[in-house]
């Protein structure tokens, strides 16, 4: 009897639709507006996180990293130490990669500096490209392949040789459909002889920005405007040691590098990729946040939209009411009714900003780099969330129809 009802109510509601379009669809457009944007942001945030994990990946479940500072989410600094701890913390120094090389439990450790500068080729010029610089074996640090040539050797950071391994979106700015390898290129207006071509490393050469790998040696006697400061490893642990054994290996090195007492807290951070992800999904998650609340204007516009069209359908009916109640139907039964039909708007409102969303989803996995995808509780979510719209913004239409008086309502002309 209830599944009757409901569906009766609904029917009626999607009458209400085709007779009052205009009306209908402001109350939709309303609904629809905010679950799009709820569905489209879940499928960006959604592919991000994925990428970003997929990324992670492929650097080995293991590699964890040694960093000055690490403090995650988002931080506002005024300046001032409170809100800059990381000054309290002496940079890091190759010497200490090199001594961590040595560790059991460490099977590699590769240590970089970033800057971005000019490089060109001919008469292309690109002002503001990647600059990396690594310590020779990053490849088998950070993961990833070689499309062609070679990377740099011992030998070639020993005596800072201007050689550069470049990834496809540099070689494709530069030379266009022409073989990087061999050709020179000027870098902070360096030439600099292009020896590798790297692609589907980590998610640093997935970015749309191009990117130049150089060793470290050069990079710190060719950039000027580096920080020194901020110096990182990835560290990778062997195939037998865990996680675990090889980060309290590096603790304790480093700890005693820096001649800590064991009073003192570690002027230092590891940094695992687990962290990392947690780190950069409370981010995301701040974001969608924000996007929820924002979406939930459309939702209160909608809900608007729903009291009203639902107070006019009441005023529109009230003698059908009257005929109701005279035979028999009770006020709970007339509510239910009305609930139903406002949850049907919201509902259908809904159904159009999964449509929307998806729409805008396939967009963004189409034409960026994000590989959005729509998770299913991001439509459970949209479904539940219109019909509470309806229920909640359609209970005082559907309190004031189930009191309406039924003589009264029988004279209403």
């Not at 580096?226 to 990778?236: G, S």
């Not at 090889?246 to 003192?264: C, E, N």
């Not at 009770?330 to 919201?346: G, H, K, N, P, Y």
């Amino acid at each position: 009897m209830s599944l009757f009802r409901i569906l009766e109510g609904a029917g009626i509601a999607l009458s209400q639709l085709r007779a009052n379009k205009v009306r209908a669809a402001l109350t939709i457009l309303g609904i629809a507006i905010g679950v799009t944007v709820v569905i489209a942001m879940a499928s960006a945030i959604t592919g991000i996180n994925q990428s970003v994990a997929a990324e992670l990946e492929t650097l080995g479940p293991k590699t964890f990293f040694v960093q000055r500072y690490f403090q995650g989410g988002l931080n506002i600094s005024d300046g001032s130490e409170e809100s800059q701890p990381w000054r309290k913390n002496p940079a890091l120094k190759v010497e200490e990669a090199l001594a961590l090389r040595d560790l059991p439990a460490v099977r590699s450790v590769v240590w970089r500096e970033e800057s971005s500068g000019p490089v060109s080729y001919g008469s292309t010029v690109l002002g503001s490209t990647n600059v990396i610089g690594f310590s020779p074996d990053w490849i088998f640090s950070v993961g990833g392949t070689m499309v062609s040539g070679r990377s740099y050797t011992q030998m070639e950071e020993a005596s800072a040789a201007y050689v550069v391994v470049i990834s496809e979106k540099l070689s494709e700015d530069l030379f266009g459909e022409l073989d990087p390898v061999g050709r020179r290129i000027k870098i902070y207006g360096q030439p600099f002889t292009v020896i590798g071509l790297y692609a589907d490393g980590a998610s640093l050469f997935n970015s749309p920005s191009p990117i130049a790998v150089v060793p470290h040696a050069t990079f710190r006697k060719v950039v000027s405007d580096y920080d020194p400061r901020w110096l990182m490893f990835a560290v990778r642990p062997t195939e037998k040691a865990t996680l675990e054994e090889a980060q309290d290996q590096v603790t304790v090195a480093l700890r005693s590098l820096r001649g800590l007492r064991p009073s003192q807290e570690n002027n230092f951070a590891l940094v695992s990729q687990d962290k990392l992800m947690e780190t950069f999904s409370k981010i995301t998650s701040s974001f969608f946040l924000a996007m929820l609340v924002l979406s939930s204007v459309g939702l209160m516009v909608g809900g608007v939209g729903v009291v009203a069209i639902m107070m006019i359908s009441v005023t529109e009916r009230t003698r059908e009411i009257g005929v109701r109640k005279a035979l028999g139907a009770t006020r709970r039964e007339i509510m239910f009714q009305f609930l139903v039909e406002a949850a049907t708007l919201t509902l259908v409102g809904g159904a159009v900003g999964i449509l929307l969303g998806s729409g805008l989803a396939w967009v963004i996995r189409t034409l960026t780099p994000v590989p959005a995808a729509v998770p299913l509780w991001s439509v459970v979510v949209a479904i539940v969330a219109s019909i509470v719209t309806g229920v909640c913004f359609g209970m005082y239409p559907a309190s004031k129809a189930s009191r309406l008086d039924p003589v009264e309502a029988l004279r209403y002309e």
